[in-house]
């Protein structure tokens, strides 16, 4: 069964930094990988997709990566803003079936 | 504006009681799916449909049953069968599957009394 550890379980920077969220997973025979932000009792959002062919995708200040041979991606987050504050997940989709498979997550606090 | 609804957002139930959430979501997607969240776990998926009238079960669907007659609404009844099922449910949908972006509404939280 596919396994998906999200390290570090919690995270605190200054405002400004730049982070890198981990994520690896088991078995690299995944469609593609998607990271998700949630707010404290709220839903998730999805921040990026990337297809199992893909190495990266960007959007804005996050850049996710996906090295699927050693069942790896990164979420790289630039200057840091409170506003990023929140609950980071990455979810795997497998080639065998329609179960998403998701981390417990990664506690994001940016502090002014 | 496109999105997911569920409804209601706190929910408080005594034993014994059968439960229902509402699920509806304008995006014209087919697949709509029902996870579960626990402190200090991952998402748990109960249950999906990937077309109207047809859904499966998922990780952990015992206790839980749905229904798909409309594309828009896949509702959630959570029976007195389920042995814990205070948690919070999160709804979401993508146009084909799983291997599809996922979106999410903004989630029900269900206490048991």
């Known amino acids: 069964k596919q396994e998906v550890t999200q390290i570090p379980a919690a995270l605190s920077v200054p405002e400004g930094e730049n982070l890198v969220l981990n994520c690896s997973f088991t078995?690299?025979?995944?469609?593609?990988l998607q990271w998700f932000r949630q707010d404290p009792g709220k839903g998730l959002t999805s921040l990026l997709l990337?297809?199992?062919?893909?190495r990266e995708q960007t959007s804005g200040r996050l850049n996710a990566s996906l090295d699927k041979s050693s069942g790896r991606s990164t979420l790289y987050i630039a200057a840091s803003q409170p506003g990023d504050s929140a609950t980071y997940l990455c979810?795997?989709?497998?080639?065998?079936?329609?179960?998403?498979?998701f981390g417990k997550g990664t506690s994001l606090l940016v502090t002014p | 504006d496109g999105g997911i609804t569920q409804s209601p957002k706190y929910l408080f139930r005594k034993e014994g009681q059968n439960v229902t959430l509402s699920c509806e979501q304008n995006?014209?997607?087919?697949?709509m799916y029902w996870y579960r969240q626990d402190p200090g776990q991952g998402l748990r998926l109960i249950y999906y449909s990937q077309i109207v009238n047809d859904f499966q079960k998922g990780d952990i669907a015992e206790g839980y049953s749905v229904s798909r007659e409309k594309k828009e609404s896949f509702p959630l009844t959570v029976t007195s069968a389920q042995k814990n099922p205070t948690a919070f449910y999160l709804c979401a949908s993508s146009i084909g599957g799983q291997s599809g972006e996922l979106f999410f509404g903004e989630g029900s939280r269900l206490t048991v009394l």
């Open positions: 979810a795997v989709c497998p080639n065998s079936g329609y179960a998403l498979n």
């Open positions: 078995d690299s025979a995944i469609y593609n």
């Open positions: 995006l014209n997607h087919d697949a």
């Open positions: 990337i297809q199992s062919s893909q």
